[in-house]
């Protein structure tokens, strides 16, 4: 950490609340320079930003937060590519040590601002935890490079709401090789999960997924809603893919098992047919 590297003070210098206890913040050129600054530090000065940050957010650390923040979208600049490497590198690094994983957390969401493909590994890592999962979950798929292969890799291992999670992404991202994993799940305990694949099979727009659809959307209450809500995103996929007899398959099955509460599904899958 460069010598003339005051962090304390930078952090310190940030303006106070208002008296309505508001943040006003830095004026831009001001902000410029502190960023400037704890840059010019180097991942000393970044390392210790972030052991500024507390497990508790009562406030008393909302200036190094504010900085934090805001430092993390500075380096998104173009211009700054080295220097994103630099602050991904510290906030991986500290995410791999013992920090409380509230800290963690909010490390993570950074992440969703500032992460590349170098940080999907520690954040695939985090998949599988009750606490961390959707924040995880969020900056994976905000970094995209690299995010399925660790949504894929932590699906075996997951269970109840992050097991729904990663499937859940994993079909935001349209990922076909996970279709085989995901299809596995299709029986699962939970019903969060259960919706879960449905929804992914029918994002990813796999043709062989029809009849697991269909078993679905033969089930009861919300459960049945939303399995039937997935048929008809499959079948519009499949239809614009000309995949025309699947799609049909859909849209018979909703046509002759739609109960008179779900007209609305009967006369959707009419019109589909024709």
Not at 92 to 101: M, N, Q, R, S, Y
Not at 116 to 127: C, D, H, P, W
Request: hydrophobic share 45%.
């Amino acid at each position: 950490m460069a010598e003339n590297t005051n962090v304390e003070q930078l952090v310190a210098s940030i303006p106070d609340l208002d008296k309505s206890g508001k943040i006003d913040g830095p004026k831009p050129d001001d902000a410029r320079k502190t960023f400037e600054a704890l840059l010019t530090g180097g991942r000393g000065a970044i390392d210790k930003l972030l052991g500024m940050i507390r497990q508790v957010d009562n406030g008393e650390d909302w200036k190094a937060r504010y900085i934090l923040h805001g430092l993390a979208t500075y380096v998104c600049r173009p211009s700054k590519a080295e220097q994103r490497g630099v602050f991904v590198g510290a906030i991986v690094a500290k995410l791999k040590g013992d920090a409380p994983k509230a800290v963690k957390a909010t490390l993570i969401r950074e992440l969703q601002v500032a992460g590349s493909a170098e940080a999907a590994q520690v954040l695939g890592e985090f998949l599988a935890d009750g606490e961390l999962y959707t924040w995880a979950a969020s900056a994976l798929l905000a970094i995209r490079k690299g995010a399925a292969g660790e949504f894929r890799k932590a699906l075996p291992a997951a269970t109840g709401r992050p097991k729904a999670t990663i499937i859940q992404n994993l079909g935001l991202l349209g990922d076909a090789e996970a279709v085989p994993a995901i299809k596995q799940a299709a029986n699962d305990g939970d019903s969060d999960v259960r919706l879960a694949v449905c929804g992914a099979l029918a994002n990813i727009g796999d043709e062989g997924s029809v009849d697991i659809l269909i078993k679905a959307s033969n089930t009861k209450g919300w459960e049945r809603i939303q399995a039937a809500k997935a048929c008809l995103v499959l079948a519009e996929k499949l239809a614009a893919a000309g995949k025309k007899l699947a799609a049909g398959k859909i849209y018979r099955h909703l046509k002759e098992t739609r109960k008179d509460d779900e007209k609305y599904l009967r006369d959707l899958a009419a019109a589909a047919l024709g």
